[in-house]
């Protein structure tokens, strides 16, 4: 299986704050990256998909960059609805794998 | 607007089988090019994918739970469903159901959760 690595496991940020959350793959992957946010007590919503491409619906905000096996999801200007956790996800195998998980706090 | 909806036993003891089922709406589960998945969430843990079957009914299982899994569609009703079979403390969890597709899959539509305790 292909394991994900984000970093880091949680940060604190303020309002408008840019905030950078990397994914690194035990292999390379291609583009086949996806970030999804989680907030407490909700089902996870997909962000980005193919690591640079923005949901339909989803603030221009949030930005996806990365190929191979290291991948970036940032937030440009940190909103206070953003507080949640995010995780990245690979399709590259068919046996699909998520990131341990990335917690983002209100400093 | 695709829905998905999770039902099932919410209280399972060890050794039982977990059985869930996802009522899809406002979407066809035979449209091709969608894959209709299973993932859990242990309380205060992260994502673990457990299967996917494809709409025309092909399965995909995480190897970790390969001899344990069964997921299945039924077109007539427009749902798909799990079962877990000799289930322990572990495998209690908020158990999701999505919809999965594109050539980069990805998990696009969600269903809220449905909790399942193991326990005695």
């Known amino acids: 299986d292909i394991q994900l690595t984000q970093s880091p496991s949680s940060l604190s940020a303020s309002v408008g704050d840019r905030v950078t959350i990397t994914c690194r793959a035990s292999?390379?992957?291609?583009?086949?990256l996806n970030w999804y946010q989680q907030k407490p007590g909700k089902a996870p919503k997909l962000l980005i998909y193919a690591a640079s491409s923005l949901q339909t619906g989803v603030p221009s905000r949030f930005s996806g960059s990365g190929s191979g096996a290291d991948f970036t999801l940032t937030i440009s200007s940190l909103q206070p609805e953003d507080f949640a956790t995010y995780y990245c996800?690979?399709?590259?195998?068919?046996?699909?794998?998520f990131g341990g998980g990335t917690k983002v706090e209100i400093k | 607007q695709l829905q998905l909806q999770e039902s099932g036993s919410g209280l399972v003891k060890p050794s039982q089988t977990l059985s869930l089922t996802c009522a899809v709406s406002?979407?066809?589960?035979?449209?091709?090019?969608?894959?209709w998945s299973w993932i859990r969430q242990p309380p205060g843990e992260g994502l673990e994918w457990i299967g996917y079957v494809s709409h025309s009914g092909n399965p995909y299982y995480n190897p970790s739970l390969k001899t344990r899994v069964t997921i299945s569609l039924d077109v007539s009703k427009n749902q798909f469903s799990l079962r877990l079979s000799s289930v322990t403390a572990a495998d209690t969890a908020l158990y999701y159901c999505?919809?999965?597709?594109?050539?980069?899959?990805?998990?696009?539509?969600w269903g809220q959760g449905a909790l399942v305790t193991v326990s005695s």
């Open positions: 999505a919809r999965l597709v594109g050539s980069t899959p990805r998990f696009d539509y």
């Open positions: 996800q690979q399709s590259y195998r068919s046996w699909l794998t």
């Open positions: 292999q390379s992957m291609s583009i086949n």
């Open positions: 406002g979407g066809s589960i035979s449209t091709a090019g969608h894959s």
